[in-house]
């Protein structure tokens, strides 16, 4: 069945027609089940299409209150929350995580920092060792085994890509200095205060809304397999399993398991491409911003195959430029292909959010499509 323009929902303003005919085109290359992108431009919500189907046997429509799950694409939140707690002078960026969780001192830890573990450098890409995939349902289970871990190669010698334990670590920095988890926070906050549909951590009654996922048709390419690539992607406990759909949508792990819609992850971004407004409160300053997104390490990932160039907590657009031409340019990708990026050159954010997976580890081309387009319509 082929999305046609009468097919695709919601508005696109004015000078941004090719942003449409992308997305459309998108569908009529049979590359998507149900999509939706947004795009917002000095804090307005300029685009804001979604069409096709919530679930995999094509009866339920993608509507405007569908949720999808973001999963790699959550670390920008969690770097957001992170940056909250350094702006109010709770924590910085250069402090050792051991000052704020002293467990976590073992194995030769004490002076790794807060941005190295942000910007993967921390060496805990994975567990080596066996463990059950369901024990990721076990927070704090899982930070003592983190705690207790011997790194996988020098921290700060390079980064690695940590792909789930990234979550439990950014999550108990945060909740060792703020009490709450990273979850309750966002939802108390930020969600909440601002009317924006994410989540990390879903409750039972938000289930119904949520996409069916049909997975990608291959498995991505890593490269050349390495110890630390294995341990975080490769192994049968790399990821959290063994527990069901709804066990995993309540679970929070900032990593790897938010829920949102495009709209409202366009305008958190949206925030950060415009000085930190939104909705006429400042989220995050200028400054802060900018630290944010600053260069921590840039070279070969040991874990993804590209050549990475890190912020706290953000992948900054880099040499392999998903997000547009901006030198400035941030965000995250998640598997599959969703995306959140924020341009504080041009004041221009957007997210692409999807269900039908594809096997691009980053720069998915239906993505691309759109941002080109977005930027071409500048």
Known sequence: MTTTARDIHGHCAAGFEAVASAFEDNFARGEELGARFALVKDGELIVDLWAGHADRARTQPFTADT????FSTTKALAALMIARLIEQGRLAYDQPVAEVWPEFAQAGKGEITVEQVLSHQAGLSGFVEAIEPSLWFDWDAICARLAAMTPLWPPGTASG?????YGYLAGEIFRR???????????????RPFDLDLWIGLPDSEHGRCADLQRPPAFPDFGEINAPTKAAFLEPWSSPGGRGQAEWRRAEIPSANGHATAPAL????GALASGGWLEGEMILSPALIAEM???RIAGQDLVLPFVMSWGAGVMRNGPLKPWGPGEATFGHSGWGGSCAFADPQT???????????????????RAKRLIEAAYASL
């Open 67 to 70: 949720l999808t799950p973001l």
């Open 161 to 165: 890509y940590h792909p789930v334990t």
């Open 177 to 191: 200095v703020d009490g709450r988890t990273m979850g309750t926070a966002l939802r108390e906050d930020i969600a």
């Open 266 to 269: 366009a305008r958190l971004m």
């Open 293 to 295: 997104a600053r260069e």
């Open 347 to 365: 004041g221009l954010a957007g997210a692409y959010v999807m269900n039908r997976q594809s096997a691009h580890l980053m720069g998915d081309p």
